[in-house]
């Protein structure tokens, strides 16, 4: 009996003594997020998704507040105004969503020399002290003319929807659509229209460059934009093209529509609104005092012919389909990274 007990004590000492991993407490750390733009239905649900989950991560104690704001106007110093409040605000962690990549710079690194952490998504910003979030838009743009290439052997002439002027993932689709261009020189691009990845925007810019183009076989998009350009394609009486999509919800049920009344096929592509989720967990974990790569790429959000009606099923009307992470998703993608 004694020797059970000293064997017990024994092993008490030696847990007592075993390091344990140090782990910061989080519950009461103040994260914000700063959005530059939410005139469309993406930031839309992209700020639905950080309420409802961020709401919950509050709610549980994983965090003490997780406040969004986002500037009237899409102006970087409006947004750099709105993060050095942040800073004398006594946030802990700033999650951006960013109106340039250079131009939030000087903030971002106040920030950063303040003690905060800083997270940018979707529009990321290429000041070194930030963490990135981002899918690989490039891509994301190149494989649309990769599919229509598949579709259209002879290829044609493309008309290109852009998103917001001056902002990083504009540049880097456009960049990617181009790229993709050279790849399959049957295709050209006969025209191009800033869409501001809004609906109602890009049907009035397809309405007004339509008449100066000559037959279209494919219209290629950032998001946003091709429901908007099959309305002003359609007003026009022009043959209709293959409109690659964006996920949008009224998108995708256009294209229903038009694949059950004639067997219409494209492709639906964009970055999931929830990737403002991701950003918020990122952004938890750094502040838990997990090491976390600087550069972290999540897959886009593909829908193709076989899957549509599974994925409009599964979209909110007036949404766009989405992907929302928890924490264990972040964790895996933050294990995934290194």
């Known amino acids: ?21 140090a782990q910061a407490d989080t519950s009461g750390k103040k994260i914000a997020l700063s959005n530059n733009y939410a005139g469309n239905s993406w930031r839309q649900a992209m700020l639905t998704s950080w309420e409802k989950v961020t709401g919950a991560a509050v709610k549980d104690g994983k965090v003490a507040a997780a ?6 106007e899409n102006q970087a110093t409006e947004q750099a105004a709105q993060i050095q409040n942040m800073i004398l605000q006594g946030y802990d962690a700033i999650v951006v969503n960013a109106a340039s990549p250079t131009a939030l710079n000087g903030a971002i690194k106040e920030a950063c020399d303040a003690g905060i952490t800083v997270v940018s998504f979707d529009g990321i910003v290429t000041e070194p002290c930030a963490w990135r979030i981002a899918v690989d838009f490039k891509e994301m743009g190149r494989s649309q003319v990769e599919y229509l290439a598949g579709k259209l052997k002879d290829g044609g002439n ?6 917001l002027a001056g902002v990083f ?9 181009h790229e993709g261009v050279k790849q399959f ?17 890009a049907q009035k810019a397809v309405a007004g460059i339509l ?8 219209v290629v998009t950032q998001g946003g934009d091709g429901y908007g350009a099959a309305q002003a394609i359609a007003a026009a009486n022009r043959k209709m093209p293959i409109i690659v999509m964006g996920n949008r919800e009224d998108e995708l049920k256009w294209w229903k529509e038009q694949k059950d009344a004639n067997s219409y096929e494209t492709m639906s592509v964009s970055i999931a609104p929830g990737v403002s989720t991701l950003a ?3 952004a938890q974990q750094i502040l838990d005092g997990k090491e976390v790569k600087k550069d ?24 766009v389909a989405n992907v929302e992470y928890a924490l264990e998703d972040a964790q895996k993608v933050i294990e995934g990274a290194k």
């Open 1 to 21: 009996m004694k020797k059970s007990r000293m064997l017990l004590a024994t092993a008490a000492l030696c847990l007592a003594m075993t390091p344990l991993a």
């Open 185 to 201: 020189p049957q295709f050209k691009i006969a025209g191009s229209v800033h869409g501001d990845w809004a609906q109602d925007v």
């Open 211 to 218: 008449p100066s183009l000559p037959d279209i076989v494919g």
């Open 67 to 72: 406040d969004a704001f986002t500037t009237a």
């Open 169 to 177: 993932v504009d540049d880097e689709i456009s960049a990617g659509i």
């Open 280 to 282: 918020f967990w990122v």
């Open 296 to 319: 972290l790429v999540v897959p886009f959000l593909r829908i193709d012919q076989d899957n549509l009606e599974a994925n409009l099923a599964n979209t909110q009307a007036g949404g």
């Open 158 to 163: 493309l008309l290109e929807i852009r998103g």
